[in-house]
């Protein structure tokens, strides 16, 4: 908090007024450790740059300068109101404003409404301190008006729930209900993004399970019955990869498989898809090797939970952790060894030689020593030929 207070300081000193502001102040006094910290200040954006040296200009338009202190970043923000949104999601108008009370009123929930003073002072003007003793989640102002102004809020929300432990209030709930169908609105990265949030949370099933009481997640047609499966089944993914999985096994496949997500987890969503629909309960050395660690001890935790069969988690770590290759690039013979020993052009032949060799060496056929596969090699390939 060191170089966020030089900046602080630095604003005081040319006349202004700066606190640090949002969920660093709340954290701060749930004694939780939180490296984002957010400055606001009644210094116009150009004043900002004039007074620091190294700016970057991130959010111009709503009053946003990153300014570089040492080797960290730090967003500071001129106080401001926000009018119009839009898609229910960002702010079309914004107007810079001279005091904290105004800029305050625009934020989502009281908690992150607080502001702290460069001397550890806490500055309340919606009650957010006691919300959060409480262990409230409350909209500043009318939660109708705050979830129709940016949707996303209400995913946040259950995030909170997950994360903080905490208890969206009565009329924050009735308004989620009434704007529920606003998320489709949100882009599909923004929303995943807050589903990786709220993985991170301990009370996550928690979260899920307000969640569907108010029948949100018949407004994420992909994600939905998924969402009904971890409900039902109690299963908590650990990851993003884990609770699409979730989603694509509980008839999503195609819809996830259209999400903006990374190419490897595709690859590894499918994986694990082909494992669990064809009923695999028992898994072989080659098949671990195979479709990795990871992927069958999750699909495992699918059977488990989905069909009821036995945990054999014990049984894959042990087969794994006896296997004498992990991967293709552990066997001794290398595809050039490969390709001196063929004396061929090199080629997708090579990976079907390697991939014998795997599968030899995990069955126990022989052992992955240098000269036992090449003796292997020179009897089953070259001296047919």
Known sequence: MNNSKVIIKTLNEHGYDAYIVGGYVRDFLLDKENSDIDIATNALPDVVKEIFPKTILTGLKHGTVTVCLKDAQYEVTTFRTESTYINNRKPDQVAFVSNLEEDVKRRDFTMNALALTIDHQIIDYVGGKKDIEDKIIRTVGNPYDRFQEDALRMLRAFRFVSTLGFTIENEALLAIKQNAHLIKNISHERILIEFDKM???????????????????????????????????????????????????????????????????????????????????????????????????????????????????????????????????????????????????????????????????????????????????????????
Not at 236 to 243: G, I, R, T
Not at 246 to 275: D, G
Not at 329 to 350: A, H, M, Q, R, Y
């Open 199 to 385: 993985m991170r949370g301990t009370n996550f099933l928690k979260a899920i399970e307000v969640l569907v009481s108010t029948s949100f997640h018949e407004h994420l047609p992909i994600l939905k019955n998924g969402l009904e499966t971890i409900n039902k089944t109690k299963i908590v993914p650990l990851d993003l990869f884990e609770f699409l999985t979730i989603c694509a096994v509980s008839s999503s496949y195609e819809q996830v498989m259209e999400l903006p997500i990374s190419n490897h987890n595709k690859k590894e969503i499918r994986i694990v898809y082909e494992m669990f629909e064809l009923d695999i309960i028992d898994y072989p050395k080659p098949l671990i090797f195979r479709n990795g660690l990871r992927n069958c001890l999750f699909t495992n935790k699918l059977n488990v939970f989905l069909n009821h069969t036995t945990d054999k988690k014990t049984e894959i770590i042990e087969a794994y952790q006896s296997m004498p290759i992990h991967k293709q690039c552990d066997v001794k013979f290398k595809g050039d060894d490969i390709i001196t020993l063929f004396n061929k052009e090199p080629g997708s032949w090579i990976s079907d030689v390697l991939d014998d060799l795997c599968l030899k060496i995990l069955i126990g056929e022989f052992q992955n020593e240098y000269q036992v596969i090449k003796e292997y090699l020179q009897n089953k390939y070259l001296k047919r030929s």
